[in-house]
Nanobody, 117 residues
């Protein structure tokens, strides 16, 4: 079992940037492909970025070119650099195992990102 704690969210104006962080505990994160998910009000949780153990990355079309995912397995940390933020990026962001590679672990509290002027 892996536990995740997300941080770094906040209120930002459109066009701004934020860097999200996620620390994993309970097991070595290097074993897993890990992703950032988000859930906007009234919508289902969606995977927006993922990084494998190679590492290789993949992004949802909605964030491609604006978000960058990275990992530091020595620190069990996952990051999401977000730039050119749009109001539609407003959501609670979570990290977890990429569901394409296996069952997700329990969900953390997430970190809220609000993009608004």
């Amino acid at each position: 079992q892996v536990h995740f704690v997300e941080s770094g969210g906040g209120l930002v104006q459109p066009g701004g940037s934020l860097r999200l962080s996620c620390v994993a505990s309970g097991s070595s994160m290097w074993r897993y492909a890990i992703g950032w998910y988000r859930q906007a009000p009234g919508r289902q949780r969606e995977l927006v970025a993922s990084i494998s153990t190679l590492p290789s990355t993949k992004y949802a079309d909605s964030v491609k070119g604006r978000f960058t995912i990275s990992r530091d397995d020595t620190k069990n940390m996952l990051y999401l650099q977000m730039s050119s933020l749009k109001p539609e990026d407003t959501a609670i962001y979570y990290c977890n195992r990429d569901s394409a590679y296996g069952t997700t672990f329990s969900w953390g509290q997430g970190t809220r990102v609000t993009v608004s002027s």
